[in-house]
Nanobody
Framework: QVHLVESGGGLVQAGGSLRLSCAAS????????VGWFRQAPGKEREFVAA????????QYADSVKGRFTISRDNAKKTLYLQMNTLKPEDTAVYYC?????????????????WGQGTQVTVSS
């Protein structure tokens, strides 16, 4: 069982930066990919970025490419999301999640374990 706990959310002005963290426990080789999703009020949960725990391959949603960077620290079993040049449309609850496999074009249905989420609010 993978347990995920996010932190680092908050209120930031447009153009600012935040770094989200996701502490994982119970991660094994079977939890092959970890990623970030977000959900704004009244909208569906959308994919943000994902990375493999061991291989370093990553993928991003087009809306965040060039602004967000996903990374992980295997020794600390922690996943990060560095968010730069934030926009009001980035406002959402951000979730980290883990999957037992990695493939191109990952979506929410590929992930089985989820954290509780952390709120990110970007003011204009």
């Amino acid at each position: 069982q993978v347990h995920l706990v996010e932190s680092g959310g908050g209120l930031v002005q447009a153009g600012g930066s935040l770094r989200l963290s996701c502490a994982a426990s119970g991660v094994t080789f079977s939890s092959y990919a970890v990623g970030w999703f977000r959900q704004a009020p009244g909208k569906e949960r959308e994919f943000v970025a994902a990375i493999t725990w061991m291989g370093g391959s990553s993928q991003y949603a087009d809306s965040v490419k060039g602004r967000f960077t996903i990374s992980r620290d295997n020794a600390k079993k922690t996943l990060y999301l560095q968010m730069n040049t934030l926009k009001p449309e980035d406002t959402a609850v951000y979730y980290c999640a883990s999957s037992t496999y990695y493939r191109a074009n990952l979506g929410a249905s590929d992930f089985r374990s989820w954290g509780q989420g952390t709120q990110v609010t970007v003011s204009s």
